[in-house]
């Protein structure tokens, strides 16, 4: 009897704490000027219903974040083919004292992502390892700077925002069987090439003050190319080769949003 009424008023508590927790999220979010920036993965390339020269989807995770949590506004300036270059001449320009919140993914254009993508499709395992090699190099030089000039462009543009920079996936999952297409080698290369990029990024992001780095490696496991689970990511596709490696609606819903939704 002591047991039972002890447990009913913190069940009472427990119930009331759910639905002072469940209103505190809109609430919050009612306050919030989110503004979207990137590339091709933050615009929403390969997720389906892409609009405009930018190649935008109401499928990227920015979309989905801002229908799910009703901010006081919304605006995406993220583009296919973006690079750190276009961010700072023509994206940071949709950022203000009023922007709380920004999103980003940006670099892998800076490196020539889809060039190497297709060398490797195309021009064979010697040729591919090379080209991803040439990237690194260039990564490891410039990336740095080019990622801290940017980051500090943003700031600038939105002095009281929290800014969410978000890493690329790792294409393949490595040591599988039956997995057709590139050789082991190429896909070991191209791993090693995001890893080095990613890291890079989380680096610069350290360097910033209220920046935080979201990483999607460890959600997109067991969703890679040549894994056993559903596919996030878009294969080598020859019909459509702009969405090729480019994450699926699932993998804007499954991979990018929980991760952006919790460093948000």
Not at 123 to 148: F, I, Y
Request: hydrophobic content about 40%; some cysteine.
């Amino acid at each position: 009897m002591r047991r039972s009424r002890l447990i009913a008023p913190i069940a009472g508590l427990a119930a009331a704490l759910g639905i002072t927790l469940a209103m505190a999220a809109p609430a919050q979010a009612a306050s919030v000027n989110y503004v979207a920036l990137g590339d091709s993965y933050s615009s929403g390339v390969g997720a389906g219903g892409e609009s405009g020269s930018c190649l935008q989807s109401q499928n990227a995770y920015s979309a989905l974040w801002a229908s799910a949590n009703s901010p006081a506004s919304y605006q995406t300036v993220a583009c296919s083919g973006a690079t750190t270059d276009d961010v700072n001449g023509s994206q940071v320009s949709a950022l203000s004292a009023d922007t709380t919140l920004v999103s980003i993914t940006i670099g892998g254009n800076d490196v020539g992502f889809a060039n190497i993508m297709q060398t490797c499709a195309l021009q064979g395992t010697t040729a591919c390892v090379n080209a991803v090699q040439a990237a690194e190099d260039t990564a490891r030089s410039e990336m740095p700077g080019k990622l801290d000039n940017t980051y500090a462009n943003i700031r600038s543009h939105a002095p009281n925002a929290h800014v969410v920079v978000l890493s690329y996936p790792v294409f393949y999952q490595l040591n599988t069987s039956g997995c057709v297409g590139l050789s082991e080698t190429s896909r070991a290369k191209i791993d090693e090439g995001i890893n080095l990029l990613d890291d890079i990024t989380r680096d610069a992001v350290g360097r910033q003050s209220g920046f935080a780095f979201a990483d999607v490696r460890d959600i997109w496991v067991g969703h890679q190319l040549c894994s056993g689970g559903t596919k996030w990511l878009h294969a080598l596709n020859f019909a459509d080769i702009t969405e090729s490696y480019h994450p699926t609606a699932a993998g804007q819903s499954g991979g990018y949003l929980p991760v952006f939704s919790s460093a948000a």
